[in-house]
């Protein structure tokens, strides 16, 4: 009896957290239109379809250090060390979908002046995509 019990409660626990995986690992498909800024070649806006994985809370090489139901704010900072830095935040709204994420991406030369810059914005409305049909 008690080795029953043991082998019920030992299911429900694991069939919990594979609930709780599960919600927090999903795909959005965002459209909407991304600008670039450079002070070489100007500003220049297109519409983009961009697709976010989250696994396990985790995006990729970005630190999603806000997660709750009404929201997911995302930030990537790349080793100030190198010649080439970024700086990107992703911010989704949960409940309308709505995403806009901003990236500023740097270079710097030989005697540590800055060679170019380019500042990028997307701005759009995510879908959470459906599990794969066989």
Do not use: P
Request: net charge positive.
């Amino acid at each position: 009896m008690k080795l029953s019990k043991l082998i019920t409660l030992s299911f429900c626990c694991l069939l919990i957290s594979c609930l709780k995986f599960d919600e927090n690992t999903f795909s959005l498909v965002c459209v909407g239109t991304e600008t670039n800024e450079s002070r070489l070649w100007g500003t220049k806006s297109q519409s983009k379809t961009i697709t976010l994985n989250f696994k396990n809370k985790q995006l990729e090489r970005f630190d999603c250090h806000t997660w709750t139901d009404e929201k997911i704010l995302c930030a990537f900072n790349s080793d100030k060390s190198s010649n080439t830095y970024e700086q990107s935040t992703i911010n989704i709204n949960r409940v309308s979908g709505i995403i806009s994420t901003g990236s500023h991406k740097a270079n710097v030369n030989e005697k540590n002046e800055l060679g170019s810059a380019t500042i990028t914005v997307f701005e759009g409305k995510c879908e959470k995509v459906k599990e794969k049909k066989i």
